[in-house]
């Protein structure tokens, strides 16, 4: 099969494509430069395939959650593109997509974005024996001295969210992480490992039903809340 996979929700920018057997990508860490890079991205990466766009069976998506722009962006050009090639859309969660970015088997995984605004976007999941990623629990946004872990005898913490509140989270957990880098982001390469599985289910879906998940309305803090009132 041929997917093309496209992940923006955070500072990542990032496109995959699979080709039959193989998986090539293109990432580069550019805040809002993501517009810009995404499309010659996959340009590039099916002119080095030899794939035409009309050669795409579908076209996966990193959905969120993230940032607001950078998931209402990746979202639309899936959709954009889902459209005109007449293909699905398989949306991901950029949680689940950044979950294995996670070096060990033998632990439990926190993936977890910093949402700004003194809060994390959050899931845990754990790798099965097949080599799929079982959720443990919902994805959800919340400060995060206030987040709520399932039991587990070993964590592993991948995400930003790591970088910004380590010791709070540490102190969530309960226990050292066996593995912890706050400088992971959601990669396309995961979004279509993720999508390829999802895509062979039958839960491809028609574009306009492929929308982002943002796990709040509320996207800025108003000048009182940034004291500048």
């Known amino acids: 099969m041929n997917l093309l996979a496209i ?3 955070t500072e990542a920018c990032s496109v995959a494509l699979v080709h039959g057997e193989e998986v090539i ?6 805040p809002r430069r993501h517009a810009e890079l995404v499309l010659p991205m996959a340009d590039a990466l099916l002119a080095e395939a030899g794939v035409g766009r009309h050669a795409l069976d579908a076209i996966a998506v990193g959905r969120g959650p993230g940032a ?3 998931v209402r962006l990746g979202v639309a050009l899936a959709q954009g593109m ?3 090639l007449d293909v699905p859309v398989v949306p991901v969660s950029s949680l689940a997509a950044l979950a294995l970015e996670a070096p060990r088997e033998d632990a439990a995984i926190l993936a977890v974005i910093d949402a700004r605004m003194g809060e994390v976007y959050a899931a845990c999941y754990r790798r ?3 080599g799929t990623l079982q959720p443990l629990d919902t994805e959800r946004v919340c400060a995060p001295e206030a987040l709520v872990l399932p039991a ?8 930003s969210g790591w970088a910004a509140y380590a010791e709070i989270l540490r102190e969530r957990l309960g226990v050292e992480p066996l593995a912890a880098d ?3 982001y959601p990669q396309a390469r995961h979004v279509a490992e993720l999508a390829v599985r999802e895509f062979r289910a039958g839960r491809a879906l028609p574009p306009e039903q492929a929308l982002p ?4 309305d509320k996207v800025a803090l108003t000048l009182v809340e940034r004291g500048k009132a």
Not at 25 to 30: G, N
Not at 153 to 158: F, H, P, Y
Not at 213 to 216: E, G
């Open 7 to 9: 992940e923006t929700s």
């Open 25 to 30: 990508a293109r990432s580069e860490l550019a």
């Open 68 to 70: 607001f722009t950078g």
């Open 82 to 84: 889902a459209l005109a």
């Open 128 to 130: 099965g024996d097949d």
């Open 152 to 159: 587990a005898e070993a964590w592993q913490v991948v995400g």
């Open 182 to 184: 706050g400088a992971c």
């Open 213 to 216: 998940v943002y796990l709040r």
